[in-house]
């Protein structure tokens, strides 16, 4: 994706963002949930071989050197896709054990954290900090 380890071009991660949001209102207009799985599989795939099929399809279709674009944190981005893979897992098992509101809740909130990011404001970036700041706080207490 970028010759740089440690980023990722600003246009995967949007893509990748875009897919998530429209996989959930698809699946919320469709009813059909397995529609999740497309997401959640692509981020697992991120997260454990570091290989997510989505972003490899969008770097086709980048017109610049993926280093010519805004840079995104790797690290915090695969932070963020956890994030990502942990809510639309649950709300896919929720969907399948018929627990209506807790899989619309979880699609909810990965959907509205993945729609904030694309606005300009990064969720999943404000929790990591916060964690960030919590656990340097207890290190400075031991």
């Known amino acids: 994706m970028n010759n740089s380890s440690s980023s ?3 246009p995967l991660v949007r893509t990748n963002q875009w897919v998530i949001v429209l996989s959930v209102l698809l699946s919320w207009i469709t009813g059909v949930y397995w529609i999740l799985a497309v997401p959640l ?4 795939m991120g997260l454990v071989f570091d290989f997510n099929p989505i972003m490899r399809i969008a770097n086709g279709f980048l017109k610049k050197d993926p280093s010519a674009y805004l840079p995104e944190d790797k690290g915090q981005q695969r932070f963020n896709q956890l994030l990502a893979v942990i809510f639309l897992l649950i709300a896919l098992v929720s969907h399948i054990m018929h627990w209506t509101v807790f899989g619309y809740a979880a699609s909810a909130m990965v959907c509205l954290a993945a729609f904030i990011a694309i ?3 990064c969720i999943g970036c404000f929790i990591h900090y916060q964690w960030s700041q919590l656990k340097a ?3 400075k207490r031991t």
Not at 41 to 44: D, K, P, S, V
């Open 8 to 10: 990722i071009p600003r």
């Open 41 to 44: 599989i692509a981020g697992l």
């Open 119 to 121: 606005l300009g404001f």
């Open 137 to 139: 706080r207890s290190r």
